[in-house]
Every structure is written in structure tokens, then in C-alpha cells.
């Protein structure tokens, strides 16, 4: 993939998130890139969920890329932070979301500019705003994945997700590009059987935990979340188990207790409804698979590629096309620097 075709690949869907694995991957770039490049094409919309962040790295002593729009842009942003917008601005909708910096506004930029978004901290009320902006005439909404939100990248959220990675993740280029593997492995986890789908669905409209035996009954937990509930889990699984059905979050915790337990588990999978629901790392990942333990999900993510920024404001950088070489032999989409052009 080149840097055009990144714009191409965007054109069949009407919402897309780009989110980051950590602070300085390279995000606003890319959908600075994006924006630039989209431009005269599409009506375009921007979001995001909640706020990644301040305006200056408290860490480094550097501002943060802003984000430009060019006139005709829609934006949904925080009504606090309007005034650190420099468009010229028409304001089409408040939308009654409440935000810590104010309710949430939508607008129109009638000049090119910068702008600061702050978007939703919660995935139903980012769908609502995600709508309003398509019902005032968006070709594509971009959903701006705050740090450390997975979830705009659900599919109940957008129909497609750019993942971006850099050097400000780990001084240590073979770590990046294992776990930026390793996030790309769990975005793209597989999806179950239909027969599984079905019987996970039921378990899921019961409760939120549940087991799938080896005659295909099911078994719904009186437990309102996986977390804090590692001892209750362990506790009932029985010999005739085979799944374990988990809605929401998936702790690391949990997966720990999993381990520890590993001959209660073992050839169990574990279906959980998308990759933006685990939180574990590549080791701990490694372990579960080596129980082994099988990862599914109800729905995968639609992962167009993978974005790398190799320069990290830590005062370190990668060499770019070795870095971008190292990660495309270890994952199945593409990788792209969009600063430098390399594939």
C-alpha cells in the first residue's frame, strides 16, 4: 500500500477510527495525512472519543500536532474548546452530551483551520454524534481513538480502523515491533463458528459470563462483570466446558487467574465480542496460548493497516525502513510511514 492508496482504501466506508498504541505514535499525523489527502473528494467528519491528551507533552516540553480541516468540515468537538478553534465556524446542532468540557456541538468549518476535538467518552453516545454528522451530509466520519480507547475501532462505532505505532512506545525497536504485532494480532483475532456465534448471543442477552459445554448447553454466570470476579470464574468451570463466553472488558487479571488454573483450561477457548475488548500483552498472550487457550471473537475488526512513526520526541529515533521492514514481516496488513513514504 502507498501513500494514495491509504486514501483510496478509506472510500467504501462511511466511518473510520484511527487510534494509537501509545502518546507520539504518529495518530495525528496520520490523520493529518489523511485529511490533506482527502481533500476535494469527500465531505469529511471529525470526532473523537473523548481527548487524547494536552496540548503540550508535559513530558517532553513539545506541542502536539493539531489537527487542520479544510472548509466544508464537519466537526463535533467539545463546546469548551471552540474558542481554541481558528475557523470560521457555523454551528448546526447541540446534541445535549455532556462532557467534562462542556456539551458537545457540532459545526461546520466555513474557513480552513485548526481545531481542537473532544469527542464522547462512551461508545453509545459517540454513535449518536457519529450520525448526526452523517445526517448533516458527511461522506466519511473520522473518529479521532483516544489514548488508550480501543473502542471506537468496535464495529457498532466504525465500519474500518487504521492502527498506528512509533518509536515512542520503547526505546527498544524489537519490542515495538513485537507488541505493535501483537495489537494488530488481537484487532484481527478470529471469529467463531456461527453455531458458537448463536449460543454466545444467548449468553450474552442472559448476562455478560457464561460457559458452552461439549454438548452445546450453555451456562450464564450471576455476575455482572468479568472484573474482580477472577475466583467466581475459576470456581465454576466444569470438566464438560469448552467455552467461555465474556462480554466487556477482559482484564489482565483475569487472564492471570486463567493461567494459574491452566489444567482447568486447558484446549478451553475464550469468546469475547472484538479484539478492542482484551487488554493483555504479547507474553501474557503467549502464555495463554501455550495452555493452550484459544482467543475468538463475535466480530472482527476491519483493520486497513498499520501506520508507523519513527521518530519518538524521548529524544530517539528508528531507522524508518528498517522499521517498517521489521513490522511488515511480522504482521498480514500493511505498514506505511506516512511521513516518509516508505511500505
Known amino acids: 500500500m502507498n501513500t494514495k492508496k491509504i486514501i483510496t482504501s478509506l472510500f467504501p466506508y462511511n466511518s473510520v477510527s484511527i487510534i494509537g498504541m501509545e502518546k507520539n505514535s504518529g495518530k495525528t499525523t496520520t490523520l493529518n495525512y489523511i485529511l490533506k489527502n482527502l481533500k476535494g473528494t469527500k465531505v469529511v467528519g471529525l470526532t473523537s472519543i473523548g481527548r487524547d491528551g494536552e496540548d503540550c507533552d508535559k513530558v517532553t516540553n513539545t506541542h502536539k500536532p493539531k489537527i487542520y480541516v479544510e472548509k466544508g468540515s464537519i466537526v463535533a468537538t467539545a463546546k469548551n474548546l471552540l474558542c481554541k478553534c481558528d475557523i470560521t465556524k457555523e454551528i448546526l446542532a447541540t446534541t445535549g452530551i455532556s462532557t467534562p468540557m462542556g456539551e458537545i456541538i457540532i459545526m461546520k468549518a466555513l474557513s480552513n483551520g485548526f481545531v481542537d476535538v473532544a469527542g ?23 473518529i479521532d481513538g483516544a489514548l488508550s480507547r480501543k473502542g471506537s475501532a468496535g464495529n457498532l462505532v466504525s465500519e474500518a480502523t487504521i492502527l498506528a505505532t512509533g518509536a515512542s512506545f520503547s526505546p527498544d525497536l524489537t519490542k515495538v515491533v513485537e507488541e505493535s504485532s501483537h495489537n494488530v494480532k488481537m484487532l484481527k483475532l478470529p471469529k467463531c463458528s456461527e453455531k458458537i456465534a448463536d449460543l454466545t448471543k444467548i449468553i450474552l442477552k442472559k448476562g455478560r459470563i457464561g ?50 488454573n491452566r489444567e482447568l483450561f486447558k484446549s478451553f477457548t475464550i469468546i469475547i465480542e472484538d479484539g478492542t475488548k482484551i487488554f493483555i500483552d504479547s507474553n501474557l498472550y503467549h502464555k495463554l496460548s501455550m495452555i493452550p487457550v484459544n482467543l475468538e471473537v463475535l466480530d472482527s475488526i476491519n483493520l486497513l493497516c498499520l501506520t508507523c ?27 506505511i510511514d506516512v511521513v516518509g513514504g516508505l511500505l
Not at 321 to 328: G, R, V
Open 120 to 142: 464522547p467518552s462512551y461508545n453509545s453516545a459517540l454513535i449518536k454524534v457519529r450520525d448526526l454528522m452523517l445526517g448533516f451530509g458527511c461522506d466519511l466520519v473520522l
Open 211 to 260: 460457559f458452552i459445554d461439549t454438548e452445546s448447553n450453555i451456562e450464564v454466570l450471576d455476575l455482572p462483570t468479568s472484573l474482580n470476579s477472577h475466583r467466581e470464574i475459576v470456581d465454576a468451570v466444569k470438566p464438560n466446558h469448552k467455552f467461555l463466553v465474556l462480554g466487556g472488558a477482559v482484564s489482565k487479571g483475569l487472564i492471570e487467574s486463567i493461567i494459574q
Open 309 to 335: 512513526n519513527p521518530t519518538s520526541p524521548y529524544g530517539y529515533s528508528f531507522e524508518s525502513e528498517k522499521f517498517c521492514e521489521l513490522l511488515k514481516t511480522s504482521i498480514d496488513i500493511d505498514v
